[in-house]
């Protein structure tokens, strides 16, 4: 028996125009789920890839380092305190083997002030003989990690840390302290 050539809406491709078309009504139908999620995903991808400086008057933590999600934007003026939670742009060591972390901004709590004496002991890190936390011996990709030296704080700088036992911070040499210039704004978490 001869085979019939396909027609234009049989065979594969009718399947997946006929499926496509049916998501799409649905997602008309439907649009007012899709469109935050849009928003959202668009803001993440300008904050990645075109501008990282948080410019609108909330920030949103995806990461687990500290336990608030939501929090206000203070982008006036103000002396950065011990317990502060700041936005900064990072600039530690680490961006030399992961380019994607330059000027990506980093949300933590000040922890140390200048003139703050730093001292580490195996890999506990204390601030004023105060324990802060433990330094990893390695990052998730298996990167080792090295603890911050011992140090007095200097000047326009700060020692920052995450609650989370995970959170990439100052405890680590390839984080590093943080400059005064590299602070963006001092956030008050909301939830």
């Known amino acids: 028996m001869p085979s019939v050539p396909a027609g234009p809406d049989t065979g594969r491709w009718s399947g997946t125009r006929r499926h496509t078309a049916e998501f799409l009504r649905h997602v008309c139908r439907r649009w007012y789920l899709y469109l935050p999620v849009a928003v959202i995903w668009g803001l993440a991808y300008t904050r990645l890839y075109i501008d990282p400086t948080p410019r609108l008057p909330v920030l949103f933590n995806w990461t687990a380092s500290l336990p608030y999600r939501v929090a206000l934007v203070r982008h ?7 317990g502060d939670y700041i936005v900064f742009s990072f ?3 680490a ?18 002030l200048p003139g703050d004496v730093v001292t580490v002991e195996g890999r506990t890190v ?12 390695h990052a998730f990709d298996r990167q080792p990690l090295e603890p911050i030296a011992a ?21 680590y040499r390839s984080s590093g302290l943080v400059r005064a210039d590299q602070v963006i704004a001092i956030v008050v978490p909301l939830f």
């Open 151 to 171: 140090t007095v704080i200097p000047p326009g700088h700060y020692f920052v840390q995450g609650t989370g036992p995970d959170s990439f911070d100052s405890r």
């Open 91 to 93: 600039a530690g060591e």
């Open 95 to 112: 961006q030399a083997s992961y380019p994607g972390l330059h000027g990506q901004p980093f949300f933590k709590q000040v922890r140390g």
């Open 126 to 137: 204390s601030v004023n003989g105060e324990v802060v936390g433990l330094a990893k011996t």
């Open 76 to 82: 006036t003026p103000h002396a950065i305190e011990r």
